[in-house]
């Protein structure tokens, strides 16, 4: 079992920055660890992942350039530093622990999520 627990979450103008934060607990060796977002009525859409061992990462192409993710297994801790906000990036934002790939199913423990929320 892995409980995952995000902060960092909140309010920033367009063109700032937040870093989220996933502490997790539990069984987490081997396991890549990802962050979704899910606006208002849509389902959670993918927006990095990075393995273990941090050799593979991947962004969505909609935050490429903007957001990297990053982690420390000393910590038990995966990052999402975002830069460059913006209005469209508003949502609320998972961590996740699983295999890895692009896809929410791909994934088989999640956090709470935080609201992230950027004003224009």
């Known amino acids: 079992q892995v409980q995952l627990v995000e902060s960092g979450g909140g309010l920033v103008q367009a063109g700032g920055s937040l870093r989220l934060s996933c502490a997790a607990s539990g069984h987490t060796f081997g396991y890549t660890m990802g962050w979704f977002r899910q606006f208002p009525g849509k389902e959670r859409e993918f927006v990095a992942a990075i393995t273990w061992s941090g050799d593979r990462k991947y962004d969505a192409d909609s935050v490429k350039g903007r957001f990297t993710i990053s982690r420390d297994n000393a910590k038990n801790t995966v990052y999402l530093q975002m830069n460059s906000l913006k209005p469209e990036d508003t949502a609320v934002y998972y961590c996740?622990?699983?295999?890895?790939?692009?896809?929410?199913?791909?994934?088989?423990?999640w956090g709470q999520g935080t609201q992230v929320t950027v004003s224009s």
């Open positions: 996740a622990s699983g295999k890895y790939g692009l896809t929410s199913g791909r994934y088989d423990y």
